[in-house]
């Protein structure tokens, strides 16, 4: 069982629309959670940490469920600028150096 | 404000020769420090993580190795490159275990 698994792409989207992204993660121990964005053929970006509590940023909305091992990323209105991969990430906290564990990407298309 | 930088961006090597890749990061100290391969159309899968100077650990067993000679320069090489050596590398750092990861620009890595 891979240790962070995305929903498979891709996702082709009108404008406008809302999208949400689905990840589990294997490993209980996990410490911190984020969303990074990956523009064809360049390095990834951080979108945003993920916290139990649910964070928002504009018209992105991060959830955690713990008990469930499970983390979501909801994209309303969205925009063509919008498409891009987004990659799940677990930190595996001090006892594993930090270990940034990435998920294979969910590749999102918004067309107009 | 604290910056990475990765060079080359872009490499193209025979089989069976030497690699060499560097990645500095300036404006923080002691930072941890990572090197990720992308393969086309893939993940990214962690290869060496450092918490430390001389301190290496590496997830999978390959052609590749890393070194940290100094606090903030973190190197990848190989001795002899394989076809399969071919993707996209990636330098990242953090400040902290148990927070997010910043990337460099990344090197394309093609063996012929």
Aim: hydrophobic share 35%.
């Amino acid at each position: 069982r891979k240790e962070v698994e995305q929903d498979p792409g891709p996702f082709n989207v009108p404008e406008g629309a809302t999208v949400a992204f689905n990840c589990t993660y294997s490993n209980s121990a996990s410490q911190s959670f984020f969303w990074y964005r990956q523009d064809c053929r360049k390095e990834p970006k951080l979108l945003m940490s993920v916290y139990s509590s649910g964070n928002e940023d504009g018209r992105f909305t991060a959830q955690l469920n713990r008990a469930s091992q499970y983390i979501s990323l909801l994209i309303r209105d969205s925009k063509l600028s919008d498409s891009a991969t987004y990659l799940c990430v677990v930190n595996m906290g001090y006892n594993q150096g930090g270990k940034l564990i990435f998920g294979q990407g969910t590749e999102l298309s918004v067309k107009p | 404000s604290q910056t990475i930088h990765q060079w080359p961006a872009t490499l193209v090597q025979p089989v069976g020769s030497p690699l060499s890749l560097e990645c500095t990061v300036e404006g923080t100290s002691n930072p941890n420090l990572y090197w990720y391969r992308q393969a086309a159309g893939r993940g990214l899968q962690l290869l060496f993580y450092s918490v430390g100077i001389g301190q290496i650990s590496s997830e999978v067993p390959q052609n590749l190795s890393a070194s940290r000679p100094q606090d903030r320069q973190f190197i990848l090489s190989s001795k002899k490159l394989l076809l399969s050596d071919s993707g996209f590398y990636l330098c990242a750092w953090s400040d902290s275990l148990n927070t997010e990861a910043f990337f460099g620009q990344g090197t394309r890595l093609t063996v012929v």
